[in-house]
């Protein structure tokens, strides 16, 4: 079965940077695009971008062109979103979701979350 | 960006009855329309996408129409597990953008 595993919790110091992983199992991991989105506590969905694991072709939302940063590694088949600059607008939770095998197929499976706070 | 804009933002209905939750998308986004479902404290879940496509594994009960800029969902006969919140998000280019919400309450 499909999973995507996320570490459940980060606390970094304002101005650092956080590397998120997220190791998918149960499909064939170069054929789906992996998307990132952000929610904030009690607030809604924000997608932050997505990357192609085959070739690591992105696109990237543009309030989170600086500020994110999307990896794969293909060997381990895991997902990383790097978060630079930090501060308390960017404490949330963010999840790893599968997309399809097209841009235009929505999140089918999503990570548990790893919630990141910002705190010094 | 194409903005979604979703109402009600929270509503309260009872075990049994039938809701209705819209969409309006800014621009045409044809049928490219998610809908998931979220739990308190639980990551999202699709449940519906290009507007009436039931994801695996969801009830019947939920229904999904709409085109082009106004979308719907249906839930007929509210079960316990239906409370929650809801969102829709368009899958019609990127970036993707979600709706507000709707937090759906037991009455």
């Known amino acids: ?120 | 960006d194409i903005q979604m804009t979703q109402s009600p933002a929270s509503l309260s209905a009872s075990v049994g009855e039938t809701v209705t939750i819209t969409c309006r998308a800014s621009e045409n986004i044809y049928s490219y329309l998610a809908w998931y479902q979220q739990k308190q404290g639980k990551s999202p879940q699709l449940l519906v996408y290009n507007t009436k496509t039931l994801a695996e594994g969801v009830s019947s009960r939920f229904s999904g129409s709409g085109s082009g800029t106004q979308f719907s969902l249906k839930i007929n006969s509210l079960q316990p597990e239906d409370f929650g919140s809801y969102y829709c998000q368009h899958h019609y280019g990127t970036p993707w953008t979600f709706g507000g919400g709707t937090k759906l309450e037991i009455k």
């Not at chain 1, 304002?14 to 952000?38: D, E, H, I, Q």
């Open chain 1, 1 to 120: 079965q499909v999973q995507l595993q996320q570490p459940g919790a980060e606390l970094v110091r304002p101005g650092a940077s956080v590397k998120l992983s997220c190791k998918a199992s149960g499909y064939t991991f170069t054929r789906y695009w992996m998307n990132w989105v952000k929610q904030r506590p009690g607030q809604g969905l924000e997608w932050i971008g997505m990357i192609d694991p085959s070739d690591s072709e992105t696109h990237y939302n543009q309030m989170f062109k600086d500020k994110a940063t999307l990896t794969v590694d293909k060997s381990s088949t895991t997902a990383y979103m790097q978060l630079s600059s930090l501060t308390s607008e960017d404490s949330a939770v963010y999840f790893c979701t599968k997309g399809g095998n097209y841009l235009f197929y929505p999140m089918d499976y999503w990570g548990q979350g790893t919630s990141v706070t910002v705190s010094s």
